[in-house]
């Protein structure tokens, strides 16, 4: 099935663009006589133009003074992934890399009359990347015609914050859609049975038979890798009693590869996000009277490599690309599960995707949720890679009906039930210690299914990526036919370990 090809925020159709065909034959044209940048109205305009037709925007096939216009507005930073062919970027398996990188600097400098120092940002220890500070559309316009340059990106353009700025609903909005959130909430007896010793059990779990498959497999001997908002430090059970109860034996570790100012800002959850997503993986199964997690005896790797599930910034996508690099280069993570993206594919995280896939790991991103300011449903990036699983959330007692704020399309891989008749979403551990929340949308989809991965890998631990995904996929609701736009459906979790 995979692939033909966020989240969030409002997108602007107002302006008829150009298509990208049109724009390409006519750029000699607009850059002889516009040598202003375009207006981020304008950028805008363009991207979602390409989003509403095709599904997609990728800066290759923008015009010249667009991709200009984008970085003289992103703080003159551009990305820069180079290589002998397009899957050329491993920097270690690749012949002439330092030479490569060489030669791109050599001509910034000519084109700029800036030395390497002043031009170079950042050079990537494990990919064919870097970043670098342009001025001129000239430069930029000599970069996309070498041959060993695979892509050329702004590195620092703000597309949400323009969009919220452009739109007064978004404005009214503040920052709502950022995924963030540090409620906590009484659960509803309906949403969860109890387990012993003194656990609940979300009413999602049962949909997808994982309280059976905890007879086979409880996740043991798995480290999954989270690249989130990292964790609280105020969940002990995320912490100090991640092993209490029936949970034994594991560990959880933490980092953070966001750059807020300076320097990273540390391992630890500022939005709310990541805790939700590390809860409904792999809670533990104990008598604190809270919900457990999909793979309750699993280890975990947590991230703290973006402020939001939006993936904005120049701090936020590198900060992505490192923990992917950091996970495919551990040893002890075999499953990656990422539950934010973007509306626009970088060419940063994706190289760091494929690196992390090239090393055997089995990686799962949302396909994208929506919240009542957004109305656009694509499956995001980097969802609709051909090297992740994508995942969204289905209503209860279905397969093929979204929640309604999750996006579908033919990207999907698999689906989670996590919408009830009632509205409420499924069961997870709060920000704070002691208390719960609900969470919803195509993230807790995603870590859930990750979740499960965990328990059939666990039952297996010999078997390769592949021999996993295959089972998962034969114990799903459409395993001998595809649907067009839910993939294979709900996993059957006691089917899977079985």
Known sequence: MKKSVLYLLPLVFALNAC?????????????????????????????????????????????????????????????IGFGADKDDFDRKLSANSREMEDEILNIIRKSEGKERGDALISSDQYLNQIDVLIEKQETLTALRQMKTVRYVEPADYHYFEYENELNTAARSSGSSGSGCGFESKALNTADYTATTPNAKIPWAFAKHNIPNAW????????????????????????????????????????????????????????????????????????????????????SLVTYRAAANVLLDTSSEQDGVKKAFTDLANNTSVKIISMSMGHLISVGKIEDGVKYAYSKGKLIFCAGGTSTSITNFDIVIFPARMSEVQAVTGVKEGTSNQKCDICHSGSQIDFTFQMERSSGSNVPVLSYYNGQADYVGGSSVATAATAGIAALVWSKHPSWTRDQVLNKMRQSSTYSSSVNSNYGYGNINALQAVQ
């Open 215 to 298: 007879n086979y497999s409880t996740g043991a001997g798995i480290t999954i890798g989270l690249v989130d908002t990292g964790v609280s430090s105020q969940q002990s059970l995320l912490g100090s009693s991640f092993n209490s109860g029936s949970s034994s034996g594991r560990t959880i570790t933490k980092y953070g590869t966001y750059v807020n100012g300076s320097s990273t800002d540390g391992p630890n959850d500022q939005c709310g996000h990541g805790t939700k997503m590390a809860a409904v993986m792999a809670s533990p199964k104990n008598n604190s009277g809270l919900p457990v997690g999909v793979a309750y005896n699993a």
């Open 19 to 79: 298509s990208t065909n049109e724009l390409q034959s006519d750029s000699s044209t607009v850059e002889a006589v516009q040598k202003d940048p375009l207006t981020a109205r304008q950028i805008n305009t363009e991207i979602n133009s390409s989003l509403k037709n095709t599904g997609d925007f990728n800066w290759k096939n923008a015009s010249d003074h667009l991709l200009w216009s984008a970085v003289f507005r992103g703080n003159k930073m551009v990305s």
